[in-house]
């Protein structure tokens, strides 16, 4: 999508900034310095190329170190504290010690150019939070550069999927450039290996805005026994291509809310305006709507209505990677390319494997219609904006909403 942060302590700050090139630097809230990436930036002249969201707060002295040397953040283990993933710790805090144990078959992650580090990036990452080996598979589609920014999408993406379904088999499908064509065929690539595997999902954080002719790309999307994934973008209220694909799980995003004793309070939309920073959503203007929003053909009209679902996604709320080629380390990230790969992990754990996404979201939908299972199976977000209000029901804004416990996904 356009773009994910990545939080850094100061040592990994000092590094991070010394060999990469950004775009300008913007001032936030408290002192955070905002770094776009140049290739997280979705240009309107390169037509057919796609962003990644991958833009960066820096926070020099403000990261409190982890009892497992990794910055306090949000993580696999506090997320599955959070939606009832795993057995309850009172407040879900950061610290969270409970692991998840689900997965099987496969996750693919499709991303583009080489992450050199991806196999220890990923151990690293599994070792510090208690987990076992990684069942982890890196697949070049082409022969595909190293880059910087993409590689911390990457370590993001393969981390947070394994951290869900630790299972599960792990493949990382590496473009040969971020071109249509390439990321199209990375895809297929992606889809074979999964089909192979007996089924699975695949996640996708990138994207670009939508534009005339994109369902002509819908079938790269079809694979028999593989739900995909793809994440809501990073503009508020804005909507893009995959994510307005009816044949793609749309991935919104949410800020995780902590009260002062550092315990979790609730979730909310993450954004405030329509355009500024904040998850993606709304209608599409060229997808029409597929039969599974039927029931929430009021709201949407005769449009594709996204996001689907949504999870963590917000920089304040930053979740935890390790990326040696992408940050130098430990790193924060925050974007819908958090919770894209966080939901496929999810959905995989569930362990149901629809034959399809269109079969996997009809019955979220279903759910989203069933007074009694809506409230058991997913968390209505009722606070906050991406532009579009948040509010009771399905919105713009977060869609369903957020999962609640491993069932009825």
């Not at 599994?126 to 990684?134: E, Q, S």
């Not at 595909?144 to 999927?161: F, G, K, M, T």
């Not at 994109?214 to 994934?229: A, P």
């Not at 219609?369 to 199976?377: E, I, L, R, V």
Request: glycine share 12%.
């Amino acid at each position: 999508m356009r773009r994910s942060i990545a939080l850094l302590t100061i040592a990994a700050a000092a590094m991070f900034l010394g060999f990469a090139v950004y775009a300008p630097v913007a001032m936030a809230e408290d002192g955070i310095r905002v770094i776009v990436p140049n290739s997280s930036i979705e240009h309107p002249e390169d037509i057919g190329v796609r962003a990644h969201t991958n833009y960066v707060f820096v926070i020099p002295d403000k990261v409190e170190i982890g009892p497992n040397g990794a910055p306090l953040g949000e993580n696999p283990l506090s997320l599955s504290c959070i939606y009832h993933l795993v057995k309850q710790t009172k407040g879900c805090p950061k610290t969270s010690t409970v692991l998840p144990t689900g997965g099987t078959k496969a996750i693919a992650l499709v991303d583009a150019f080489d992450n050199p580090d991806a196999a220890t990036d990923i151990t690293t990452f599994a070792a510090a939070y208690g987990y076992g080996t990684p069942n982890f598979t890196k697949v070049k589609v082409g022969s595909p550069v190293a880059n910087q920014d993409w590689a911390l999408e990457e370590s993001l993406d393969i981390e947070y999927a394994f951290g869900m379904a630790p299972n599960a088999q792990i493949y990382l499908v590496e473009a040969n450039s971020n071109s249509n064509s390439d990321l199209f065929a990375a895809e297929d690539k992606a889809t074979a290996l999964v089909q192979a595997a007996g089924g699975g999902e695949i996640s996708n954080s990138w994207g670009e805005g939508e534009y005339s002719g994109e369902n002509s790309n819908d079938s790269h999307f079809k694979g028999s026994g593989v739900v995909y994934f793809a994440s809501s973008g990073d503009t508020g209220g804005e909507v893009g291509y995959p994510s307005a694909s009816p044949y793609v799980v749309s991935a919104g995003g949410t800020t995780i809310v902590r009260k002062s004793n550092g315990y979790f309070e609730e979730e909310t939309g993450w954004g405030t305006t329509k355009g500024a920073e904040g998850a993606g959503g709304g209608p599409s203007t060229v997808e029409s709507r597929p039969s599974y929003q039927n029931v929430i053909k009021s709201i949407v009209g005769s449009h594709r209505g996204t996001p689907d679902i949504s999870a963590e996604a917000s920089p304040y709320s930053y979740v935890v990677i390790y990326s040696q080629y992408g940050c130098g380390g430990w790193c924060g990230v925050g974007g819908t390319s958090v919770s894209s790969p966080t939901l496929a992990g999810i959905i995989n754990a569930a362990g149901e494997f629809k034959t399809s996404t269109k079969a996997e979201l009809t019955q979220a939908y279903n759910e989203y219609n069933n007074a009694t299972k809506y409230p058991k199976f997913f968390t209505n977000v009722t606070a906050g904006s991406n532009g579009y209000a948040c509010a009771k029901g399905w919105t713009y804004c977060t869609g369903i909403g957020s999962p609640k416990t491993l069932k009825g996904k």
